[in-house]
């Protein structure tokens, strides 16, 4: 199940506009019971994805928090309720909530009706608006990867619906075979945290496919699923925060 929280801040005092996640799960868990914040920490795939975008238009932040664990989302719902003011003490930032959104995903039942807009569509736009990064060979890479994508996505479904998992390699194979990269605007990114600097992109892909009607479901969940996993690593802390559109240009 996915806890999907949406919280509209302002910031109080001097706006500063390059807040990331990184400072802000520092905020959240610096709320969060000791076991509570140990437990995530020692969690090799945590069950908690978090962002913050800048809104300019509106001289808001926006914090988008995901949790899919129900005891951590019942924790996460009380810090919220309780507190109307944040510090996120490494960006030396204090905020005032104006607004908190709060759904639940309970599964595919839930999934299903976002990914079936995108049904009769060949292209769907994939815009990454914190860095993101994927792994391999121990190494952050600095440009997508389809497969490594669909196969980062295909775990976070398995971790975050256990009882209705995709568990079927043959299946996994076909979706890399019938889905590819259209076009993109993509750049270079760095993301800085803990004295790190993380490489990895940012911007913009159009995704095609070539795939059967039972396979185009399934990539279309998967994508749907993102906008709360995120993509890549290190989406605890803020990066691979990831959305989908229909594509206006193929």
Known sequence: MINHFLVTMRSQGK??????????????????KTETAQWLHDNIRSPLSQNIIFDKQNQKFIWEINSFDELLSDE???????NKE????????YFSTESIRHEQIKGFADIRPLSAKLMEEKYISLDFLTTTALKKNGAFLVFPDMEMILRNWWNSWNMI????????????????????????HISSSVYRMKGNDIRGFYGNMIIGN?????????????????EYSGTGVKTTLGMGKTCISIASVK
Request: glycine share 4%; net charge negative; hydrophobic share 50%.
């Open 15 to 32: 706006m500063k506009e390059f807040l990331n996640g990184y400072q802000m799960y520092g905020c959240l868990a610096a709320m969060m």
């Open 76 to 82: 996460i719902a009380e810090i919220l309720q309780k």
């Open 86 to 93: 944040f510090h996120a003490q490494k960006a030396d930032m």
């Open 161 to 184: 619906f256990p009882d209705t998992p995709f568990d079927d390699e043959d299946a996994f194979l076909l979706l890399v075979k019938g889905t590819f990269i259209s076009s993109y």
């Open 210 to 226: 070539r795939l059967s009607h039972p396979m185009k479901e399934l990539l279309h969940a998967l994508m749907v699923m993102s």
